[in-house]
Nanobody, 119 residues
């Protein structure tokens, strides 16, 4: 599975950005897609995920601000980020969970996209 992410950039605090991720390859082997982020000097953490059935989950820190959704083509996922805060500055990674194992060490990863929120 290959994941191609896009949409990062520089935005002022309070602004919005939308990240996109398209999966290709053996997409039948995944059952969820999502986004992680890694801030400088910190661990990579999950931000939001969505199952192939459409069930979405969010980290507490982004609830009410971020919305994850799937595109018409089910191999695409979006992350709408509103009311951005400077502490959201990080590299955001698209990820997919293997159907066989779920989220964990076997995640598929896309390249990161940098989101910088200026205060």
């Amino acid at each position: 599975v290959q994941l191609q992410a896009s949409g990062g950039g520089l935005v002022q605090a309070g602004g919005s950005l939308r990240l996109s991720c398209a999966a290709s390859g053996s997409i039948f082997s995944i059952n969820a897609m999502g986004w992680y982020r890694q801030a400088p000097g910190k661990m990579r953490v999950m931000v939001a995920s969505i199952t192939d059935g459409g069930s979405a989950h969010y980290a507490d820190s982004v609830k009410g601000r971020f919305t994850i959704s799937r595109g018409y083509a089910e191999n695409t996922v979006y992350l709408q980020m509103n009311s951005l805060r400077s502490e959201y500055t990080a590299v955001y990674y698209c990820a997919a969970a293997p159907r066989a194992t779920g989220w964990g060490l076997s995640n598929y990863w896309g390249q990161g996209t940098l989101v910088t929120v200026s205060s």
